[in-house]
């Protein structure tokens, strides 16, 4: 089983923190493409007045791969950045046939 997990996170700030948050996500994004298990890793943004929606859209092996790229993720300095900063959180799970 393929395990995709998708996750949207919109932001409510200033111009220069909404480009800050961009960052620390880009950097989430190049840090869990390397975690293993992961096969995609994808990151898009648009940024809006006063805010920015930023998506990570992942594909991994399985759940048990997703669930060691979670712990490990908890201990990296931009997941607290990001958990800081947002101020909404979506998750949509879905699992898939190989």
Not at 14 to 29: D, I, L, T, Y
Not at 69 to 98: C, F, L, P, W
Request: include cysteine.
């Amino acid at each position: 089983m393929l395990y995709l997990k998708v996750k949207s996170i919109a932001l409510h700030l200033n111009k220069e923190r909404a480009k800050e948050f961009v960052e620390v996500c880009r950097a989430h994004a190049e840090a869990s493409k390397k975690d293993e298990g992961n096969i995609e890793f994808k990151m898009k943004y648009i940024l809006l007045p006063g805010a920015v929606k930023v998506t990570f859209i992942e594909l991994w092996k399985d759940r048990a791969a997703l669930e060691k790229h979670n712990k490990a993720a908890q201990g990296r300095d931009h997941i607290s950045k990001i958990n800081e900063m947002r101020v909404y959180r979506e998750v949509i799970e879905r699992e898939t046939e190989d």
